[in-house]
C-alpha cells in the first residue's frame, strides 16, 4: 500500500527504523473521517492535512492517511521502541468515533 505524502510536516519525531503498520478502512466518508480526526488531533499535535491526505506526528510516531473514494490508506510509522499495538488501538478508537454510523473494520498489516 503507498500513502501520498500530505503537506510538508517536521520529520524531527520520526525515526525510519521504527515499526510500520498499514491497513486499508472501507468507508465512502474516507476524506470526512481523516479531516475530522486530523482537525481533532490538530489541538495536541503537529497536523498537516487536506481533503486527499493527512499527516500527524503523533507520541508514538507519525500518522499518514490517504483517502479514496472507498477507503482510507492509512500507515503508523512508530518511533524506535513504540507499542504499536497501543497506537493502532488509539488510532481505530479515534476514528471509529468519527465513524460511528458505520462498522469500520482494521485488518492490520506489519510492514518489514
Do not use: Y
Amino acid at each position: 500500500m503507498t500513502v501520498a505524502s500530505a503537506p510538508a510536516v517536521s520529520d524531527a519525531a520520526f525515526d525510519p527504523t521504527g515499526p510500520v503498520a498499514t491497513v486499508e478502512v472501507l468507508t465512502a466518508q474516507a476524506s470526512r473521517h481523516m479531516q475530522q480526526l486530523a482537525k481533532h488531533w490538530a489541538h495536541k499535535f503537529e497536523a498537516v492535512f487536506t481533503p486527499e491526505n493527512a499527516r500527524i506526528v503523533l507520541p508514538m510516531g507519525v500518522c499518514r492517511m490517504q483517502a479514496l473514494a472507498d477507503r482510507l490508506l492509512v500507515r503508523l510509522e512508530g518511533d524506535v521502541g513504540a507499542d504499536m499495538d497501543r497506537f493502532k488501538v488509539v488510532f481505530a478508537d479515534h476514528l471509529s468515533r468519527f465513524g460511528h454510523r458505520e462498522t469500520l473494520v482494521f485488518d492490520w498489516r506489519a510492514e518489514a
